[in-house]
């Protein structure tokens, strides 16, 4: 059954050659030819302010390309959400992002207190990390803290679930590793899963 998918590109550097551009092809390549519905939000192309004050973040208008990245988001019912690992974490731009989206009246219920006040519940998540290292490393060493920090104190908050993830480690190594990579994304594009 077709589904409605949209794919944050969270890699901040326009340069088509970026790996995470590719994946993000990929998946949204064989999910259009799946017969899938499929919106794409590249960040690098997107004009994304800084939130700097509560009320700001509260009471502050969205920017007409936030509403249309928010429009996007209510649109799916299954996000793509595909970044490097920048210093441990998700790029600046990327966090910036979810800041701005997930403003009380979209994402969260405004001025309620509870631990669960997602107004984004139905939509199920993947989300696609790169990174230098080994993929074991950042998992065993580090818990994965940045990725298990995303999806519990930003997506399950927002009440997005289930999400699903892949680590893909040595991402400046071997051509034949990425294009198995590239396959996965295809497959999963697919899927639409």
Known sequence: ??????????HPDPDPARFCHALARAYAEAAEAAGHQVKRLTLAEIDVPFLRSKAAWEHGEPTPAIRACQEAIAFAEHLVIVYPLWLGDMPALLKAFFEQIGRPGFAIAAGERTLSPGLLKGRSARIVVTMGMPAFIYRWYFFAHSLKSLE????????????REDVIGLVEGSAKRRARWLARMATLGTAGG
């Not at 077709?2 to 590109?9: A, C, G, M, V």
């Not at 908050?157 to 289930?162: A, E, K, L, S, V």
Request: charged letters at 25%; one cysteine or more; a positive charge.
């Open 1 to 10: 059954m077709p589904k409605r998918i949209t794919i944050i590109d969270g």
């Open 152 to 163: 519990r104190n930003i997506l399950k908050f927002c009440g997005i679930g289930p999400i």
